[in-house]
């Protein structure tokens, strides 16, 4: 079953609007959750990293007043993609690395396909 | 510059064949390749962790193997089956600048009847 859990798993929302996205490590305390967007046929690129407790490391060119992450607790984190525009149409994945498994590995949510109309 | 390229971008088999995906890297100083399966809409799941000791991993029908010296690295599919229709993502981890991985861009399989 999955271990990392987004939600939700589509939204559609109206442009200026804000959509938060949350992504939930189940059974295992994540102290770092990172965060990705994909476009279609493309990799997934890394935007942020979130620590829990402290403020999230964004990528060169992730604008951190667009997409704000809160990491309050050990098992969840959140991206608000604030304002949103029809640009900021694409698939947002989280994913956790914790010590389930094997130490350090990486595991991905299911992803959040936004639409901006 | 740290890159995965993967080959070959797409790819087409018939099923019951087996294929072979190709991950060549320019990551350094190398952690560990990992080698994940996306289908269409969901989130990567991962297939193999390996280290750079390791030069074979199995994992059911998928094997991949590394070679540390050429940094190159390949992931096999035997028997391959409709399920197995999917993105498959090479990603290279390195110790420098904070443990970051480098995702490669994909190899789109299709497997069809």
Same mark, same amino acid.
């Given at each position: 079953?999955?271990?990392?859990?987004?939600?939700?798993?589509?939204?559609?929302?109206?442009?200026?609007?804000?959509?938060?996205?949350?992504?939930?490590?189940?059974?295992?305390?994540?102290?770092?959750?990172?965060?990705?967007?994909?476009?279609?046929?493309?990799?997934?690129?890394?935007?942020?990293?979130?620590?829990?407790?402290?403020?999230?490391?964004?990528?060169?060119?992730?604008?951190?007043?667009?997409? *704000?992450?809160?990491?309050?607790? *050990?098992?969840?984190?959140? *991206?608000?993609?604030?304002?949103?525009?029809?640009?900021?149409?694409?698939?947002?994945?989280?994913?956790?690395?914790?010590?389930?498994?094997?130490?350090?590995?990486?595991?991905?949510?299911?992803?959040?396909?936004?639409?901006? *109309? | 510059?740290?890159?995965?390229?993967?080959?070959?971008?797409?790819?087409?088999?018939?099923?019951?064949?087996?294929?072979?995906?190709?991950?060549?890297?320019?990551?350094?100083?190398?952690?560990?390749?990992?080698?994940?399966?996306?289908?269409? /809409?969901?989130?990567?799941?991962?297939?193999?962790?390996?280290?750079?000791?390791?030069?074979?991993?199995?994992?059911?029908?998928?094997?991949?193997?590394?070679?540390?010296?050429?940094?190159?690295?390949?992931?096999?599919?035997?028997?391959?089956?409709?399920?197995?229709?999917?993105?498959?993502?090479?990603?290279?981890?390195?110790?420098? /600048?904070?443990?970051?991985?480098?995702?490669?861009? /994909?190899?789109?399989?299709?497997?069809?009847?």
């Amino acid at each position: 079953g999955a271990v990392v859990s987004q939600h939700p798993s589509r939204v559609i929302c109206k442009s200026g609007t804000s959509v938060k996205i949350e992504c939930r490590s189940l059974d295992f305390q994540a102290t770092t959750m990172f965060w990705y967007r994909q476009f279609p046929k493309q990799s997934l690129m890394l935007m942020a990293t979130s620590n829990e407790g402290s403020k999230a490391t964004y990528e060169q060119g992730v604008e951190k007043d667009k997409f *704000l992450i809160n990491h309050a607790s *050990l098992t969840l984190s959140t *991206l608000t993609v604030t304002s949103a525009h029809p640009e900021d149409s694409s698939f947002y994945i989280c994913s956790a690395r914790g010590y389930r498994g094997h130490p350090g590995e990486l595991f991905f949510g299911e992803g959040s396909r936004l639409t901006v *109309l | 510059k740290n890159q995965v390229e993967q080959s070959p971008q797409s790819l087409i088999i018939l099923e019951g064949k087996n294929c072979t995906l190709q991950c060549n890297y320019t990551v350094s100083p190398f952690s560990n390749l990992r080698w994940y399966k996306q289908d269409t /809409g969901r989130g990567p799941v991962s297939l193999t962790i390996m280290t750079f000791s390791e030069n074979t991993k199995s994992n059911g029908r998928y094997t991949a193997t590394l070679d540390a010296d050429t940094k190159q690295s390949s992931l096999h599919i035997t028997a391959s089956q409709l399920s197995d229709s999917a993105s498959y993502i090479c990603v290279v981890r390195y110790t420098g /600048g904070g443990n970051k991985l480098t995702f490669g861009t /994909g190899t789109q399989l299709k497997v069809e009847l």
